[in-house]
């Protein structure tokens, strides 16, 4: 019983971080962290599509953020490092706030959904799902989904090639949910080659002779 409240209790202040630094960092391209218990305190990994904006100038950007996480959240002997994302068109978090840039610089949800739908398959994915909620079309609120490609829906599959990611942005008429789903190619389990392998190959067929049949010569 201890041990779930006290898993529970460090999830619950995760998430407290991970919406902290989604602010903190939203210009610096935020993509997500991960928290690792050390022997004599913690390190925090932050992924960030560009990692000099959370460095700052000698360093000082990221002493900042240190202190200021310690304070806020009570953790000793905090170390952070920093990642750059390599594809950021391929990180669904990326997608879902960039969606949300443009939809707050006037750009209508269909076409900023397009401009992302692109800039996914481009990268490489397999299939990519966008889904936005809203007052899109009238005072009523709907949705609206895009797809390109194939995007796995169920089964072990989806949990190994699918990664989700969920935003919202507040606009004039209301507050607005989106949803991207991305499908990576390069983690689709290769094929079970070996279980072809071992069939048998079927003996060729020596064309049996029907019943009763005789030489032709006799």
Do not use: W
Request: proline residues 5%.
């Amino acid at each position: 019983m201890v041990t779930t409240k006290l898993i529970l209790k460090r999830s619950f202040s995760n998430a407290e971080i991970d919406e902290f630094l989604e602010r903190r960092l939203a210009e610096a391209g935020y993509a997500g962290m991960d928290m690792e218990k050390l022997p004599l305190g913690y390190r925090l990994n932050v992924t960030v599509v560009k990692p000099g904006l959370v460095i700052g100038r000698k360093g000082m950007g990221i002493r900042d953020l240190t202190d200021e996480l310690s304070s806020r959240f009570k953790l000793e002997n905090l170390s952070i490092n920093v990642v750059e994302v390599t594809n950021p068109d391929l990180n669904p978090r990326i997608v879902a706030a960039r969606i949300a840039s443009m939809a707050q610089r006037g750009m209508a949800f269909r076409r900023a959904i397009m401009v992302a739908l692109a800039g996914v398959m481009r990268a490489g994915a397999m299939g990519c799902e966008i889904t936005v909620r809203g007052k899109l079309r009238s005072e009523r609120a709907h949705h609206e989904r895009h797809v390109q490609g194939i995007i796995p829906k169920s089964g072990n599959m989806t949990d190994l090639v699918v990664a989700k990611a969920v935003t919202d942005v507040l606009l004039k008429m209301g507050l607005y949910g989106i949803q991207v789903s991305i499908a990576f190619r390069d983690a689709v389990p290769p094929d079970f080659e070996a279980i072809k392998a071992k069939a048998p190959e079927p003996a060729p067929s020596e064309g049996l002779k029907p019943e009763g049949a005789g030489n032709a010569n006799a």
